[in-house]
Protein backbone atom coordinates (compact mmCIF):
# COMPACT_ATOMS: atom_id res chain seq x y z
CA UNK A 1 0.00 0.00 0.00
CA UNK A 2 1.10 3.22 -0.96
CA UNK A 3 1.72 5.49 1.99
CA UNK A 4 0.29 9.38 1.76
CA UNK A 5 3.22 11.84 1.36
CA UNK A 6 4.77 14.54 3.10
CA UNK A 7 7.69 16.97 2.53
CA UNK A 8 11.38 16.33 3.79
CA UNK A 9 12.19 16.42 7.35
CA UNK A 10 14.24 18.55 9.39
CA UNK A 11 16.39 17.18 12.45
CA UNK A 12 14.64 17.36 15.75
CA UNK A 13 14.97 20.01 18.11
CA UNK A 14 14.58 20.33 21.51
CA UNK A 15 11.33 19.94 23.22
CA UNK A 16 10.11 23.06 24.99
CA UNK A 17 5.96 22.00 26.13
CA UNK A 18 4.44 23.87 29.32
CA UNK A 19 2.76 20.66 30.60
CA UNK A 20 -0.92 19.70 29.99
CA UNK A 21 -2.66 19.01 33.40
CA UNK A 22 -3.12 15.54 32.72
CA UNK A 23 -0.45 14.67 29.77
CA UNK A 24 1.50 11.44 29.67
CA UNK A 25 4.86 12.42 31.37
CA UNK A 26 6.51 9.00 30.86
CA UNK A 27 6.48 6.21 28.93
CA UNK A 28 4.38 3.38 30.93
CA UNK A 29 5.33 -0.21 31.62
CA UNK A 30 3.76 -0.85 28.00
CA UNK A 31 5.65 0.53 25.23
CA UNK A 32 4.07 3.92 24.28
CA UNK A 33 3.70 3.06 20.44
CA UNK A 34 1.23 0.75 21.98
CA UNK A 35 -0.51 3.63 23.51
CA UNK A 36 -0.74 5.78 21.19
CA UNK A 37 -2.08 3.34 18.78
CA UNK A 38 -4.71 2.53 21.44
CA UNK A 39 -5.53 5.97 22.03
CA UNK A 40 -5.58 6.57 17.71
CA UNK A 41 -8.58 3.57 18.00
CA UNK A 42 -10.59 4.95 20.79
CA UNK A 43 -10.52 8.72 19.19
CA UNK A 44 -11.71 7.00 15.50
CA UNK A 45 -14.25 5.26 17.68
CA UNK A 46 -15.32 8.76 19.56
CA UNK A 47 -15.69 10.32 16.21
CA UNK A 48 -17.64 6.86 14.75
CA UNK A 49 -20.74 8.00 17.73
CA UNK A 50 -19.83 6.58 20.61
CA UNK A 51 -18.54 7.82 24.04
CA UNK A 52 -15.09 8.42 25.62
CA UNK A 53 -16.21 5.59 28.10
CA UNK A 54 -17.14 2.90 25.51
CA UNK A 55 -14.16 3.83 23.13
CA UNK A 56 -11.84 3.06 25.82
CA UNK A 57 -13.88 -0.22 27.05
CA UNK A 58 -14.22 -1.58 23.73
CA UNK A 59 -10.21 -1.22 22.65
CA UNK A 60 -7.46 -4.17 23.72
CA UNK A 61 -6.04 -3.13 27.02
CA UNK A 62 -4.31 -6.72 27.55
CA UNK A 63 -0.72 -6.43 29.28
CA UNK A 64 -2.37 -2.65 30.37
CA UNK A 65 -1.63 -1.93 34.45
CA UNK A 66 -3.27 0.84 35.99
CA UNK A 67 -0.87 3.69 35.28
CA UNK A 68 -0.85 2.25 31.57
CA UNK A 69 -4.61 2.56 31.34
CA UNK A 70 -4.57 6.31 33.29
CA UNK A 71 -2.47 6.96 30.14
CA UNK A 72 -4.34 5.61 27.90
CA UNK A 73 -7.40 7.95 28.87
CA UNK A 74 -5.44 11.01 29.29
CA UNK A 75 -4.18 11.06 25.70
CA UNK A 76 -7.37 10.41 24.80
CA UNK A 77 -9.40 12.56 26.74
CA UNK A 78 -6.37 15.20 25.78
CA UNK A 79 -6.56 14.51 21.89
CA UNK A 80 -10.66 15.22 21.68
CA UNK A 81 -9.93 18.36 23.60
CA UNK A 82 -7.72 19.74 21.40
CA UNK A 83 -8.68 18.04 18.35
CA UNK A 84 -9.89 20.99 15.75
CA UNK A 85 -6.11 22.18 16.53
CA UNK A 86 -4.99 18.67 15.85
CA UNK A 87 -6.72 18.32 12.97
CA UNK A 88 -5.77 21.44 11.29
CA UNK A 89 -2.30 21.19 11.79
CA UNK A 90 -1.84 17.54 10.44
CA UNK A 91 -3.93 18.96 7.44
CA UNK A 92 -0.86 21.06 6.60
CA UNK A 93 1.69 17.77 6.10
CA UNK A 94 -0.18 16.03 4.08
CA UNK A 95 -1.11 15.60 0.29
CA UNK A 96 -3.18 13.10 0.42
CA UNK A 97 -5.43 11.60 3.64
CA UNK A 98 -3.79 8.88 5.23
CA UNK A 99 -5.41 5.47 6.21
CA UNK A 100 -7.86 6.62 9.47
CA UNK A 101 -5.95 5.17 12.36
CA UNK A 102 -2.40 6.41 11.04
CA UNK A 103 -4.14 10.23 11.09
CA UNK A 104 -5.41 9.67 14.40
CA UNK A 105 -2.22 8.29 15.64
CA UNK A 106 -0.42 11.58 14.52
CA UNK A 107 -3.18 13.40 16.41
CA UNK A 108 -2.19 11.67 19.52
CA UNK A 109 1.67 12.24 18.55
CA UNK A 110 1.15 16.37 18.08
CA UNK A 111 -1.02 16.27 21.29
CA UNK A 112 1.86 15.25 23.45
CA UNK A 113 4.59 17.44 21.43
CA UNK A 114 2.06 20.36 21.91
CA UNK A 115 0.63 19.69 25.55
CA UNK A 116 2.55 16.98 27.03
CA UNK A 117 5.95 16.43 28.76
CA UNK A 118 7.34 13.66 26.91
CA UNK A 119 10.40 14.21 25.13
CA UNK A 120 10.07 15.48 21.78
CA UNK A 121 12.23 12.05 20.30
CA UNK A 122 10.39 9.86 22.44
CA UNK A 123 6.71 10.72 21.20
CA UNK A 124 8.17 10.99 17.41
CA UNK A 125 10.20 7.57 17.53
CA UNK A 126 7.13 5.47 19.31
CA UNK A 127 4.99 7.31 17.06
CA UNK A 128 6.08 6.17 14.29
CA UNK A 129 6.55 2.83 15.40
CA UNK A 130 2.61 2.60 16.42
CA UNK A 131 2.11 3.76 12.25
CA UNK A 132 4.58 1.27 11.17
CA UNK A 133 2.22 -1.51 13.25
CA UNK A 134 -0.63 0.04 11.32
CA UNK A 135 0.79 -0.33 7.62
CA UNK A 136 4.55 -0.53 6.93
CA UNK A 137 4.81 1.86 4.28
CA UNK A 138 3.72 4.80 5.97
CA UNK A 139 6.66 4.81 8.67
CA UNK A 140 8.55 7.28 6.67
CA UNK A 141 5.45 9.30 6.40
CA UNK A 142 4.82 9.43 9.73
CA UNK A 143 8.15 10.16 10.50
CA UNK A 144 8.63 13.35 7.99
CA UNK A 145 4.85 14.94 9.53
CA UNK A 146 6.37 15.00 12.93
CA UNK A 147 9.38 16.33 11.79
CA UNK A 148 7.81 19.02 9.68
CA UNK A 149 5.66 20.12 12.82
CA UNK A 150 8.37 20.37 14.88
CA UNK A 151 10.22 22.95 12.82
CA UNK A 152 7.63 25.23 13.07
CA UNK A 153 4.80 24.50 15.82
CA UNK A 154 4.45 28.13 16.87
CA UNK A 155 3.64 28.66 12.97
CA UNK A 156 1.48 25.26 12.45
CA UNK A 157 -0.42 26.49 15.33
CA UNK A 158 -1.19 29.47 13.96
CA UNK A 159 -2.51 28.30 10.20
CA UNK A 160 -4.65 25.80 12.41
CA UNK A 161 -5.87 28.27 14.69
CA UNK A 162 -7.12 30.33 11.12
CA UNK A 163 -10.20 28.24 11.15
CA UNK A 164 -13.10 28.24 13.79
CA UNK A 165 -12.69 24.47 14.46
CA UNK A 166 -8.31 24.89 15.06
CA UNK A 167 -9.20 28.12 16.72
CA UNK A 168 -12.08 27.16 19.33
CA UNK A 169 -11.37 23.36 19.33
CA UNK A 170 -15.23 23.02 19.28
CA UNK A 171 -17.10 22.23 15.68
CA UNK A 172 -17.50 24.73 13.47
CA UNK A 173 -21.72 24.64 13.93
CA UNK A 174 -21.19 24.92 17.55
CA UNK A 175 -18.86 28.17 17.21
CA UNK A 176 -21.28 29.99 14.56
CA UNK A 177 -24.65 28.88 16.96
CA UNK A 178 -22.75 30.47 19.88
CA UNK A 179 -21.97 33.48 18.55
CA UNK A 180 -25.70 34.45 17.27
CA UNK A 181 -26.96 32.97 20.32
CA UNK A 182 -24.67 34.62 23.29
CA UNK A 183 -23.34 37.34 21.73
CA UNK A 184 -21.47 38.73 24.67
CA UNK A 185 -20.83 35.67 26.40
CA UNK A 186 -19.34 32.98 23.39
CA UNK A 187 -15.75 33.64 23.62
CA UNK A 188 -15.81 32.48 27.50
CA UNK A 189 -18.41 29.77 27.07
CA UNK A 190 -16.05 27.96 24.33
CA UNK A 191 -12.90 28.92 26.78
CA UNK A 192 -14.08 27.44 29.60
CA UNK A 193 -15.25 24.58 27.79
CA UNK A 194 -12.12 23.49 26.65
CA UNK A 195 -10.64 23.32 30.93
CA UNK A 196 -10.37 21.36 32.93
CA UNK A 197 -13.23 20.91 35.61
CA UNK A 198 -11.72 20.75 39.51
CA UNK A 199 -12.50 17.76 42.03
CA UNK A 200 -15.35 19.43 43.61
CA UNK A 201 -16.90 16.90 46.61
CA UNK A 202 -20.28 16.93 48.40
CA UNK A 203 -20.48 16.08 52.01
CA UNK A 204 -23.02 13.94 52.77
CA UNK A 205 -24.61 15.98 56.43
CA UNK A 206 -26.31 12.76 57.46
CA UNK A 207 -22.57 11.19 58.05
CA UNK A 208 -20.23 14.07 58.34
CA UNK A 209 -19.18 17.70 58.36
CA UNK A 210 -16.74 19.54 56.13
CA UNK A 211 -14.76 20.04 59.40
CA UNK A 212 -14.57 16.37 59.55
CA UNK A 213 -13.77 15.43 56.22
CA UNK A 214 -11.38 18.30 55.61
CA UNK A 215 -9.32 16.85 58.77
CA UNK A 216 -9.26 13.31 57.39
CA UNK A 217 -8.10 14.45 54.64
CA UNK A 218 -5.28 16.78 56.15
CA UNK A 219 -4.37 13.39 57.86
CA UNK A 220 -3.64 12.02 54.50
CA UNK A 221 -1.89 15.08 53.24
CA UNK A 222 -4.80 15.84 50.78
CA UNK A 223 -5.04 19.28 50.36
CA UNK A 224 -8.55 20.40 50.10
CA UNK A 225 -10.71 23.59 50.73
CA UNK A 226 -14.42 24.52 52.03
CA UNK A 227 -16.51 26.53 49.46
CA UNK A 228 -19.61 26.51 51.54
CA UNK A 229 -21.18 24.01 53.95
CA UNK A 230 -21.50 21.28 52.21
CA UNK A 231 -19.04 21.51 49.09
CA UNK A 232 -15.31 20.35 49.30
CA UNK A 233 -13.13 21.38 46.08
CA UNK A 234 -9.25 19.73 46.36
CA UNK A 235 -6.38 21.25 45.08
CA UNK A 236 -5.08 18.16 42.86
CA UNK A 237 -7.95 15.83 41.13
CA UNK A 238 -6.76 11.67 42.22
CA UNK A 239 -9.24 8.79 42.09
CA UNK A 240 -12.38 9.52 44.75
CA UNK A 241 -12.00 5.97 45.37
CA UNK A 242 -8.61 6.71 46.91
CA UNK A 243 -10.12 9.70 49.34
CA UNK A 244 -10.53 8.46 52.94
CA UNK A 245 -14.58 8.34 53.60
CA UNK A 246 -15.22 7.71 49.90
CA UNK A 247 -16.26 3.99 50.21
CA UNK A 248 -18.46 4.64 53.92
CA UNK A 249 -20.47 7.62 51.59
CA UNK A 250 -19.25 10.68 53.60
CA UNK A 251 -19.20 12.85 49.92
CA UNK A 252 -20.00 12.21 46.70
CA UNK A 253 -18.41 13.77 43.66
CA UNK A 254 -20.83 16.77 42.30
CA UNK A 255 -19.61 19.62 40.51
CA UNK A 256 -20.40 23.34 42.01
CA UNK A 257 -22.98 24.26 39.31
CA UNK A 258 -25.03 20.75 40.13
CA UNK A 259 -25.18 21.48 43.90
CA UNK A 260 -27.18 24.11 43.11
CA UNK A 261 -30.52 22.36 41.87
CA UNK A 262 -31.17 20.25 45.24
CA UNK A 263 -31.82 23.94 47.38
CA UNK A 264 -33.45 25.39 44.28
CA UNK A 265 -35.96 22.76 44.82
CA UNK A 266 -36.18 23.40 48.24
CA UNK A 267 -38.11 19.85 49.21
CA UNK A 268 -39.24 20.15 53.05
CA UNK A 269 -39.84 17.21 55.43
CA UNK A 270 -43.13 15.29 54.54
CA UNK A 271 -42.85 16.21 50.90
CA UNK A 272 -43.80 13.60 48.03
CA UNK A 273 -40.77 14.34 45.21
CA UNK A 274 -40.22 13.06 42.01
CA UNK A 275 -36.69 12.88 40.13
CA UNK A 276 -37.39 12.43 36.77
CA UNK A 277 -34.68 11.30 35.27
CA UNK A 278 -32.26 10.60 38.06
CA UNK A 279 -29.37 8.64 37.26
CA UNK A 280 -26.79 8.87 38.33
CA UNK A 281 -28.44 9.87 41.27
CA UNK A 282 -26.45 12.80 42.78
CA UNK A 283 -29.15 15.79 42.43
CA UNK A 284 -31.51 12.91 44.26
CA UNK A 285 -29.19 12.02 46.74
CA UNK A 286 -28.29 15.61 47.86
CA UNK A 287 -32.34 16.14 48.10
CA UNK A 288 -32.44 13.16 50.09
CA UNK A 289 -29.83 14.54 52.29
CA UNK A 290 -31.40 17.66 53.20
CA UNK A 291 -34.70 16.30 53.09
CA UNK A 292 -36.61 13.75 55.19
CA UNK A 293 -38.90 13.15 52.19
CA UNK A 294 -40.74 10.63 50.10
CA UNK A 295 -38.65 10.14 46.82
CA UNK A 296 -39.25 8.59 43.29
CA UNK A 297 -36.24 8.17 41.43
CA UNK A 298 -37.12 7.76 37.66
CA UNK A 299 -34.94 7.10 34.33
CA UNK A 300 -35.96 5.78 30.87
CA UNK A 301 -32.35 3.26 31.45
CA UNK A 302 -33.00 0.78 33.53
CA UNK A 303 -29.51 -0.25 33.51
CA UNK A 304 -28.44 3.49 34.30
CA UNK A 305 -31.12 3.20 37.42
CA UNK A 306 -29.39 0.80 38.73
CA UNK A 307 -26.30 3.10 39.57
CA UNK A 308 -28.58 5.17 41.19
CA UNK A 309 -29.85 2.56 43.57
CA UNK A 310 -25.98 1.81 44.27
CA UNK A 311 -25.23 5.49 44.88
CA UNK A 312 -28.42 5.66 47.54
CA UNK A 313 -27.12 2.96 49.30
CA UNK A 314 -23.24 3.95 49.77
CA UNK A 315 -24.45 6.99 51.38
CA UNK A 316 -27.37 5.68 53.15
CA UNK A 317 -30.41 6.91 51.75
CA UNK A 318 -33.76 5.32 50.96
CA UNK A 319 -35.68 6.17 47.92
CA UNK A 320 -37.97 4.12 45.52
CA UNK A 321 -36.53 3.95 42.15
CA UNK A 322 -37.67 3.00 39.34
CA UNK A 323 -37.28 2.37 35.10
CA UNK A 324 -39.65 3.94 33.71
CA UNK A 325 -39.89 6.69 30.89
CA UNK A 326 -41.15 9.90 33.02
CA UNK A 327 -43.16 11.89 30.20
CA UNK A 328 -45.57 8.86 29.83
CA UNK A 329 -47.44 9.07 33.57
CA UNK A 330 -50.00 6.11 32.63
CA UNK A 331 -46.98 3.70 33.02
CA UNK A 332 -45.72 4.70 36.54
CA UNK A 333 -47.99 7.64 38.55
CA UNK A 334 -50.29 6.61 41.22
CA UNK A 335 -52.06 9.41 40.83
CA UNK A 336 -51.01 11.46 44.08
CA UNK A 337 -49.52 14.38 42.81
CA UNK A 338 -45.80 15.26 43.67
CA UNK A 339 -44.71 18.28 45.85
CA UNK A 340 -41.53 18.75 43.39
CA UNK A 341 -40.18 17.63 40.53
CA UNK A 342 -36.46 17.61 39.58
CA UNK A 343 -36.84 17.39 35.63
CA UNK A 344 -32.40 17.06 35.10
CA UNK A 345 -33.54 16.65 31.30
CA UNK A 346 -31.42 14.80 28.53
CA UNK A 347 -29.59 17.71 26.30
CA UNK A 348 -26.88 18.25 24.58
CA UNK A 349 -24.10 18.54 27.75
CA UNK A 350 -22.92 21.53 25.58
CA UNK A 351 -21.78 23.19 29.60
CA UNK A 352 -20.00 20.16 30.57
CA UNK A 353 -17.72 19.09 27.36
CA UNK A 354 -14.89 20.29 29.90
CA UNK A 355 -15.00 17.00 31.69
CA UNK A 356 -16.50 14.95 28.20
CA UNK A 357 -14.34 16.13 25.77
CA UNK A 358 -15.92 13.64 23.87
CA UNK A 359 -19.20 14.65 23.72
CA UNK A 360 -17.98 18.06 21.29
CA UNK A 361 -17.57 15.63 18.51
CA UNK A 362 -20.46 13.24 19.62
CA UNK A 363 -23.08 16.19 18.63
CA UNK A 364 -24.87 16.86 15.28
CA UNK A 365 -26.26 20.38 15.46
CA UNK A 366 -29.69 18.45 14.27
CA UNK A 367 -29.42 17.09 17.99
CA UNK A 368 -30.11 20.21 19.50
CA UNK A 369 -33.51 20.42 17.94
CA UNK A 370 -34.27 16.44 18.31
CA UNK A 371 -33.40 17.15 22.48
CA UNK A 372 -35.42 20.35 22.51
CA UNK A 373 -38.45 17.94 21.48
CA UNK A 374 -37.49 15.48 24.23
CA UNK A 375 -37.62 18.33 26.67
CA UNK A 376 -40.78 19.24 25.52
CA UNK A 377 -42.74 15.89 26.21
CA UNK A 378 -41.09 15.35 29.84
CA UNK A 379 -42.48 19.24 30.62
CA UNK A 380 -45.90 18.44 29.25
CA UNK A 381 -46.01 14.97 30.60
CA UNK A 382 -44.69 15.69 34.00
CA UNK A 383 -47.05 18.80 34.49
CA UNK A 384 -50.46 17.24 35.31
CA UNK A 385 -48.27 14.90 38.17
CA UNK A 386 -47.17 18.10 40.30
CA UNK A 387 -49.90 19.83 42.29
CA UNK A 388 -51.26 23.29 42.60
CA UNK A 389 -48.65 25.19 44.78
CA UNK A 390 -46.35 22.46 43.97
CA UNK A 391 -43.02 23.20 42.02
CA UNK A 392 -40.66 21.65 38.98
CA UNK A 393 -37.39 22.63 38.42
CA UNK A 394 -36.36 22.09 35.41
CA UNK A 395 -32.83 21.51 34.58
CA UNK A 396 -29.82 21.26 31.69
CA UNK A 397 -26.16 20.93 31.36
CA UNK A 398 -26.87 22.77 28.44
CA UNK A 399 -25.57 26.52 26.89
CA UNK A 400 -28.01 26.37 23.92
CA UNK A 401 -31.27 28.45 24.02
CA UNK A 402 -33.37 26.30 22.29
CA UNK A 403 -33.02 23.81 25.60
CA UNK A 404 -33.16 26.55 28.15
CA UNK A 405 -34.58 29.97 27.90
CA UNK A 406 -36.35 29.30 24.40
CA UNK A 407 -38.00 25.79 25.61
CA UNK A 408 -39.19 27.51 29.43
CA UNK A 409 -40.66 30.46 27.45
CA UNK A 410 -42.23 28.24 25.30
CA UNK A 411 -43.79 26.16 27.75
CA UNK A 412 -45.57 29.40 29.80
CA UNK A 413 -46.71 29.87 26.58
CA UNK A 414 -48.42 26.52 26.81
CA UNK A 415 -49.43 26.21 30.07
CA UNK A 416 -51.42 29.00 31.70
CA UNK A 417 -50.98 27.43 35.64
CA UNK A 418 -47.45 27.75 34.89
CA UNK A 419 -45.27 30.77 36.40
CA UNK A 420 -41.32 31.16 36.68
CA UNK A 421 -40.48 31.98 39.61
CA UNK A 422 -37.15 34.18 40.19
CA UNK A 423 -33.62 32.70 41.57
CA UNK A 424 -30.64 34.20 42.22
CA UNK A 425 -27.53 32.10 40.99
CA UNK A 426 -24.18 32.84 41.69
CA UNK A 427 -21.77 34.84 38.60
CA UNK A 428 -22.60 35.94 35.14
CA UNK A 429 -24.83 35.53 32.83
CA UNK A 430 -27.03 33.60 35.81
CA UNK A 431 -28.43 36.88 36.99
CA UNK A 432 -30.35 37.88 33.75
CA UNK A 433 -32.18 33.96 32.93
CA UNK A 434 -30.91 30.99 34.71
CA UNK A 435 -27.97 30.45 32.65
CA UNK A 436 -24.36 29.33 34.49
CA UNK A 437 -21.11 29.56 32.17
CA UNK A 438 -18.72 27.09 32.33
CA UNK A 439 -15.50 28.41 34.07
CA UNK A 440 -14.99 30.27 36.76
CA UNK A 441 -14.80 34.38 37.45
CA UNK A 442 -13.78 36.36 40.08
CA UNK A 443 -17.43 36.16 41.80
CA UNK A 444 -18.22 32.31 41.96
CA UNK A 445 -16.39 29.24 42.24
CA UNK A 446 -15.49 27.22 39.11
CA UNK A 447 -18.33 25.23 37.39
CA UNK A 448 -19.76 23.83 34.78
CA UNK A 449 -22.31 25.17 32.33
CA UNK A 450 -26.02 24.62 33.95
CA UNK A 451 -29.36 26.29 33.11
CA UNK A 452 -32.02 26.61 35.81
CA UNK A 453 -35.66 27.41 35.34
CA UNK A 454 -38.32 26.62 38.87
CA UNK A 455 -41.39 26.53 37.24
CA UNK A 456 -44.68 26.54 39.66
CA UNK A 457 -48.15 25.64 39.33
CA UNK A 458 -50.83 27.83 40.27
CA UNK A 459 -54.29 27.77 40.98
CA UNK A 460 -56.80 29.13 37.57
Known amino acids: MNSPSASAAPSIPPASQAGEQHALAKPPSVALALVQRRAGEAVLAVLSGNNADTALARVNTTGFDGATRSALTDLTYGTLRFLGELRGIVHQFVHSKPEPLIEAILWVAIYQLSHG ?23 GFSNAVLRNYLRAPEASL ?13 PTWWVERLRREQPEWWEPILRGGNGHGPLTLRVNRRRA ?17 ALSETMIVLKRP ?13 FSIQDAGAQLAAPLLHAKDGMRVLDACAAPGGKAAHVLELADCS ?19 RLGLNAEVRAADAADPKSWWDGTPFDRILLDAPCTGSGVVRRHPDGK ?3 RESDVAQLAAQQKRLIDGL ?13 TCSVFKLENGVQVDASLSRHADM ?14 GGQLLPGGNRKTHNHDGYFYALLEKIAL
Do not use: C
Not at 120 to 138: D, I, L, P
Not at 295 to 313: P, S
Open 361 to 363: WLK
Open 419 to 432: RRVRVTLPGDPASS
Open 209 to 225: TVAQVLDSFAEKKIEAE
Open 295 to 313: LLALDVDAERIKRVGENFA
Open 383 to 395: WPTLKVGGRLLYV
Open 238 to 250: RPVERLPGFRDGV
Open 117 to 139: KTASHVVVSQAVAAVETVNRGAK
Open 158 to 170: AKAIERDEGMWNH
